[in-house]
Every structure is written in C-alpha cells, then in structure tokens.
C-alpha cells in the first residue's frame, strides 16, 4: 500500500479530499491523506488552520511533508484564484488559455520546490467551479428554479466549469454566492461534489481530471 500527502488550502478542500477522493483512492492501493495548510504556528496551543497567505510559509509545510520518507508523492489543492504574489511565477504569468497559466504555475511551483516526489496542483479557478459540474445538485441543495436558470445561463457560456473566470465579482463562488447567499463553502462544497461524483468531476473539468488520472497511478 503506497501513501500520498496533499497539502489544502482550507477545510472544504480537506473534506473533499477526505470523503471523495481518498475512498476512490484506496481501492486502487493509494492512502492519500490532506494535511490543511497552517497560517500561523503557535508556541502554545492550536496552530490557526485553513487558507494560503504567503508561499515562504507554503513552502516550509511542503518541505515539511516531504520529509517523510514513507511517503511516494506529495501533492497540493490550492485555488489558482488570488494566488498570492509571492508564489513562483506568479509575476511572470503572461497571456494565453486559463490551463496554459495556471499549468506554467505549477511548473514553476514543482521546480522550486525541487523534489520528484512532489507534484504541483491548483485548482482552477476555485474549489466552486467544481460544482458548476451538475447544476441539478446545485439544484437539489438550493431548490430556486429562476437560480438554477441563472446558473445553467452561466456555465453556458464557458467550455468547461473550469474556465469560469476569477475576477473579483465573477469567480465561481462570487457568482454561487450572488445568487445563493445561504451557500457556506465547508458544509455544503464537499456534499455537493460528493452526490456530483468523481467520474462527472473528471469528464466535465479537464485540469483536474489530469490531476486526477496522476493520483490514479501514482508511482
């Protein structure tokens, strides 16, 4: 049985990966196990948990993590949306497709951190577009069919769930929450996702189902 470690940004991201993405992993002999990110570490007491706020501390977690040597990948689940400017590369992302940016951002990620072990993720744009998968779950927590029009109007007019842009009124979760107010990210993200499905997950949003697909066969 090989073991993995993903680094979250928050703890919708941690109960994703714990009540979705770890069971289907396990069945394929992967034990892959969120670690949430620390935004601050304490002398006494609890370290304060959840969100990414500079990478120097990121990269310390990471390094962290890669020193156990028990472990065949380390990984991450970090939204590429207001990624803060001291990541690698963030300075340097030019034009091109949403997936041409944010795949040079993890190369940029995975080289700094220099080890082959570990392997870069960012969820485009954010954890929210995963839900934009299938909106009659959406639907099914949030029944409002003059929403669930809006909703299908918006994912309409994108590709993907994945390329819904991350301008300040207009990422995922600031068109979910315009629209749903009562929707909180920790409870209802990772219940929503969970009745979506991996497989929908993986044949509606590319970048992640490459993510995926690597997890799939790790090492």
Known sequence: MRKALVYVEGYTEERFVRDLLAPHLLRRGLILTPTL???KR????????????SYPRVRREIERLLGDTSVVLVTTMIDFYSLPASFPGVGDVAGGTCYERVEFLEQQLSQDIGDPRFR??????EFEALLFSNLEELDGAFPDAEVLAEL???RGQFGSPEEIDDGQTTAPSKRLLSLLPEYQKALHGPRITRRI???RLRNECPHFARWLEMLEGAF
Do not use: M, N, V
């Open 37 to 39: 990110a620390k935004t």
């Open 42 to 53: 304490t002398k006494s007491g609890p370290d304060f948990k959840g969100g990414i706020t």
């Open 120 to 125: 870069a993720y960012l969820q485009l744009h």
């Open 152 to 154: 299908r109007r918006i």
């Open 197 to 199: 499905g991996l497989e």
